[in-house]
């Protein structure tokens, strides 16, 4: 069973740019979840999504979004970035709420300039 | 609000040593999720062990044992003769019944001498 897949896995941006992450869960699996990793902060939750809804949230601005498709796959939109966005974003899937098993993918490097 | 601290940022031992990574954790709701994860080098977390509040049996899978302590707010995990290979950054990370995703710990840097 193929894992978590995430593209591109390394990214480099501009200040004011905005930027697409995306991410396929493991087969059958239905919930898609966004973390930001950095040395500062650590890893913080951005959100949750399952069967196409967005079913829980961190504490991010609105910059960050993103959204799920029919197929399970998941995307992550951060619009005006920020130096400070600079990060590993990782993707996890579980087959039914974060309260389970959460497997990860290898994550996307973003780096703004 | 829920919260967990990894007190040890870095511990580095000599490989063959038993080593032990402590968790504490904090939570309102009497239901939640406790894990652990390994991160190594090339960035991916690794699942190791879910736990949840209702279970407090201790857990060994081979070389890995994990003590969850309701009365204490723990779940420290341990590695028995340590190899290189363990060396990575593991995190413990806790779920209030699925809410606001995982809030991971600070995470802890072991180190494995040869």
């Known amino acids: 069973k193929a894992g978590v897949t995430q593209t591109p896995r390394y990214l480099i941006k501009t200040r004011g740019q905005q930027v697409t992450l995306s991410c396929s869960p493991i087969?059958?699996?239905?919930?898609v979840s966004w973390y930001q990793q950095t040395p500062g902060q650590g890893l913080q939750f951005l959100f949750e999504?399952?069967?196409?809804?967005?079913?829980n949230k961190g504490n991010f601005p609105g910059r960050f979004s993103g959204r799920q498709f029919s197929n399970s796959r998941s995307e992550m939109n951060v619009s005006t970035l920020e130096l400070g966005d600079s990060a590993l974003y990782l993707c996890?899937?579980?087959?039914?709420?974060?309260?389970?098993?959460?497997?990860f993918g290898p994550g996307t490097r973003l780096t703004v300039l | 609000a829920q919260k967990v601290t990894q007190a040890q940022t870095e511990i580095s031992v000599v490989e063959k040593e038993d080593v032990t990574l402590d968790c504490v954790y904090e939570?309102?709701?009497?239901?939640?999720?406790l894990f652990w994860y390994k991160q190594p080098p090339s960035g991916e977390l690794v699942f190791l062990i879910r736990?949840?509040?209702?279970?407090?049996q201790n857990e060994i899978s081979g070389r890995y044992s994990w003590n969850f302590q309701k009365s204490t707010s723990s779940f420290n995990f341990t590695i028995t003769a340590s190899q290189v290979v363990d060396s990575a950054v593991y995190f413990c990370?806790?779920?209030?019944?699925?809410?606001?995703?995982?809030?991971f710990g600070k995470g802890t840097h072991l180190i494995i001498q040869p």
């Open positions: 999504y399952f069967s196409e809804t967005q079913r």
């Open positions: 087969s059958g699996h239905r919930s």
């Open positions: 939570t309102r709701d009497t239901t939640y999720y």
């Open positions: 736990r949840n509040s209702f279970d407090e």
């Open positions: 996890a899937s579980s087959s039914s709420s974060t309260d389970n098993e959460q497997f």
């Open positions: 990370a806790l779920s209030e019944g699925g809410a606001d995703g995982l809030t």
